[in-house]
């Protein structure tokens, strides 16, 4: 199983699609049905074409490898 130090080394620092958003942000994620959950640290993001349904933001949460939308985070 990879592990977060080995996954993080996978993933870009530069976000692919234009928003405010760089490594190191403190975020709140908020989800399909209004619940937040944070705070979280930006660790990285998606490959330009790797992109799925708009999710490009990887999260320092239990669910690191699953990307998260940058319109779900709000900055602290």
């Given at each position: 199983?990879?592990?977060?130090?080995?996954?993080?080394?996978?993933?870009?620092?530069?976000?692919?699609?234009?928003?405010?958003?760089?490594?190191?942000?403190?975020?709140?994620y908020?989800?399909?049905?209004?619940?937040?959950?944070?705070?979280?640290?930006?660790?990285?993001?998606?490959?330009?074409?790797?992109?799925?349904?708009?999710?490009?933001?990887?999260?320092n949460s239990?669910?690191?490898?699953?990307?998260?939308?940058?319109?779900?985070?709000?900055?602290?």
């Amino acid at each position: 199983m990879t592990n977060l130090q080995n996954f993080k080394k996978q993933l870009n620092s530069v976000a692919p699609i234009e928003c405010d958003l760089k490594v190191g942000d403190r975020v709140i994620y908020k989800n399909d049905f209004g619940i937040k959950f944070g705070p979280f640290e930006v660790i990285g993001f998606e490959k330009k074409e790797d992109i799925s349904g708009g999710r490009f933001v990887y999260l320092n949460s239990d669910s690191y490898w699953f990307p998260v939308k940058a319109d779900q985070l709000t900055k602290q």
